[in-house]
């Protein structure tokens, strides 16, 4: 399914209107970030948020087969994160959908040297080099351009003690379904991340709806919950508006 009809289901804007180019941009952070702080900054959110420094780890790419570490991309690249598994429902297909128009914009601006998309599974069971290279090509995924990495851990352990502890993203696989969240407030401040969660079914599948955006300098410039709400119609054209002004 192409992303733009994917993403226009959904009543979101089509890229048309994202002309211009990246000098037109201004540089509105402070010393160690591109952007500026967000407007609403509430709560105390478990997972890292503007100005904080994202933890590092590495992780094999099944397509690329090698591993990627988060280090390699400092002084290098920005890189945009979000987590997804395979056989989520449709939600997961509009974070990879975001991630998508992203790398297309890139190629059209000329930064896909300057920015990579990764998009985590947290499920490695079933999510394994053949599923994950199906589901890419699915979306529209352009592996030829070397800025996609689909991340996959070794075991659902380890994917959980990522996700959980160090990054501190809600996330749980379960047997008997899916029961997927993205609750939080704007920019990830979210004052009860993990409280959202505590009476779900533990049988279910939890996930926390969220993409990262990280300076070269490690630095998160943003971070977007409920990027799948329908209601958030101009988000992937604020996100891609955010991730030019922090390449260039």
Not at 26 to 49: D, F, I, K, M
Not at 64 to 73: C, D, N, W
Not at 191 to 212: E, K, L, P
Request: with cysteine; aromatic share 8%; glycine share 10%.
């Amino acid at each position: 399914m192409k992303r733009r009809a994917y993403l226009g289901t959904l009543g979101v804007a089509g890229m048309g209107g994202l002309a211009g180019c990246l000098g037109d941009l201004p540089v509105v952070g402070n010393s160690e970030t591109a952007l500026g702080e967000p407007e609403q900054s509430r709560g105390n959110p478990s997972h890292p948020a503007y100005g904080d420094e994202f933890p590092t780890f590495t992780l094999p790419d099944p397509h690329a087969g090698r591993e990627v570490s988060l280090e390699e991309f400092e002084d290098e690249r920005a890189y945009l994160l979000t987590f997804i598994y395979t056989s989520c429902p449709d939600q997961c297909g509009v974070l990879t959908n975001l991630l998508g128009l992203v790398q297309e914009d890139a190629a059209e601006e000329g930064y896909e040297d300057d920015v990579a998309m990764l998009a985590m599974t947290f499920d490695p069971e079933t999510d394994d080099a053949d599923a994950l290279r199906e589901y890419g090509e699915q979306y529209g995924v352009d592996y030829e351009a070397e800025n996609w990495h689909f991340l996959r851990p070794e075991t659902e352990d380890e994917a959980m003690e990522l996700l959980n502890e160090e990054i501190g993203v809600p996330a749980q696989v379960g047997g008997n379904g899916h029961d997927d969240h993205g609750e939080g407030d704007h920019d990830g401040h979210g004052g009860d991340d993990h409280d959202d969660h505590d009476d779900h079914d533990h049988d279910a599948s939890i996930h926390y709806y969220i993409v990262f955006l990280v300076n070269e300098q490690g630095i998160v410039e943003r971070s977007y919950p409920n990027v799948t709400d329908d209601r958030e119609e101009n988000r992937p054209q604020a996100i891609i508006d955010d991730v030019r002004t922090v390449v260039e």
